[in-house]
């Protein structure tokens, strides 16, 4: 089993910063791939990021050049850096991390004001 425990969110102004962290814990070696993603209301949940073991990202395209994936193997932390936040990027935020099977964050507040 894999626990995954992630930082507060928040409420920040349109161009602001946010950075999210996800710990995890328990079975890690098993943790190939870790990731965010997030779900706005009345949506589907959506891939934000991910980053492999060996540090390479993926980012939607919506994000690219905003946001920065990375990760802390010695601490087991997934980062999230958020620049230049806007209201569409409001949404709970869920830290992931797949391995046996997909393990999820508890979800954390992104509000971006206008």
């Known amino acids: 089993q894999v626990q995954l425990v992630q930082s507060r969110g928040g409420l920040v102004q349109a161009g602001g910063s946010l950075r999210l962290s996800c710990a995890a814990s328990?079975?890690?070696?098993?943790?190939?791939?870790m990731g965010w993603y997030r779900q706005a209301p009345g949506k589907e949940r959506e891939l934000v990021a991910h980053?492999?073991?060996?540090?390479?990202?993926n980012y939607r395209d919506s994000v690219k050049g905003r946001f920065t994936i990375s990760r802390d193997n010695a601490k087991n932390t997934v980062y999230l850096q958020m620049n230049s936040l806007k209201p569409e990027d409001t949404a709970i935020y869920y830290c992931?991390?797949?391995?046996?099977?997909?393990?999820w964050g508890q979800g954390t507040q992104v509000t971006v004001s206008s």
């Open positions: 980053i492999t073991v060996t540090g390479l990202t």
């Open positions: 328990g079975n890690i070696f098993s943790i190939n791939l």
């Open positions: 992931a991390a797949w391995g046996q099977r997909t393990y």
